[in-house]
T-cell receptor, first 115, second 116 residues
Framework: AQSVTQPDIHITVSEGASLELRCNYSYGATPYLFWYVQSPGQGLQLLLKYFSGDTLVQGIKGFEAEFKRSQSSFNLRKPSVHWSDAAEYFCAVGAVDFGNEKLTFGTGTRLTIIP | EAQVTQNPRYLITVTGKKLTVTCSQNMNHEYMSWYRQDPGLGLRQIYYSMNVEVTDKGDVPEGYKVSRKEKRNFPLILESPSPNQTSLYFC???????????????FGQGTRLTVV
């Protein structure tokens, strides 16, 4: 069965600084990988996704992520964070599990931005 | 506008009183699912449906029921809620790609349920 690990529960960065959120996955076949963001009181919004092809994927709001098969990682990056990026971020792997097109989520990383 | 709509957004109820959380999508998606979100556990799948009248258990189905009588609607039913079902619930929908894997799941705004 697939699994996702987000090792950082909480990260604090200064506004304007760069950001990297870590995500490691476990899945036996080619993974379908996603990053979602959840702002306070809101649902989940898709930031970006990787299905195949170029391992560096661009998303909305200036985010990007790089798929590294050798490290089973799909880390999310942003060169310069804005106060509005404060939210919780979830990495997920999509897989077919006995016909269930299921998303398995990590436990999330809460991002705090300080002035 | 493409959206997944859940109601209610907030609900406080008492142990044992049956309740239903509704979910509706306007994208003609085949696949719908319910997740619960708990601190430190992320989102866990409760039930899913691959199409009308086709439903099955996810990872944490105990204490929940679902139905899929119409393509657009996928209600979550708690027949006898208990305090351990206090959580934030999300409905999601997506279309099948032909490869059989999610392309993108669209999520509702969430329903915060408190069972006292």
């Amino acid at each position: 069965a697939q699994s996702v690990t987000q090792p950082d529960i909480h990260i604090t960065v200064s506004e304007g600084a760069s950001l990297e959120l870590r995500c490691n996955y476990s899945y036996g076949a080619t993974p379908y990988l996603f990053w979602y963001v959840q702002s306070p009181g809101q649902g989940l919004q898709l930031l970006l996704k990787y299905f195949s092809g170029d391992t560096l994927v661009q998303g909305i709001k200036g985010f990007e992520a790089e798929f590294k098969r050798s490290q089973s990682s799909f880390n999310l990056r942003k060169p310069s964070v804005h106060w509005s990026d404060a939210a919780e971020y979830f990495c997920a792997v999509g897989a077919v599990d006995f016909g269930n097109e299921k998303l398995t989520f990590g436990t999330g990383t809460r991002l705090t931005i300080i002035p | 506008e493409a959206q997944v709509t859940q109601n209610p957004r907030y609900l406080i109820t008492v142990t044992g009183k049956k309740l239903t959380v509704t979910c509706s999508q306007n994208m003609n998606h085949e696949y719908m699912s319910w997740y619960r979100q708990d601190p430190g556990l992320g989102l866990r799948q409760i039930y899913y449906s691959m199409n009308v009248e086709v439903t099955d258990k996810g990872d944490v189905p105990e204490g929940y029921k679902v139905s899929r009588k119409e393509k657009r609607n996928f209600p979550l039913i708690l027949e006898s809620p208990s305090p351990n079902q206090t959580s934030l619930y999300f409905c999601a929908s997506s279309s099948e790609t032909g490869t059989g894997v999610n392309t993108e799941a669209f999520f509702g705004q969430g329903t915060r349920l408190t069972v006292v």
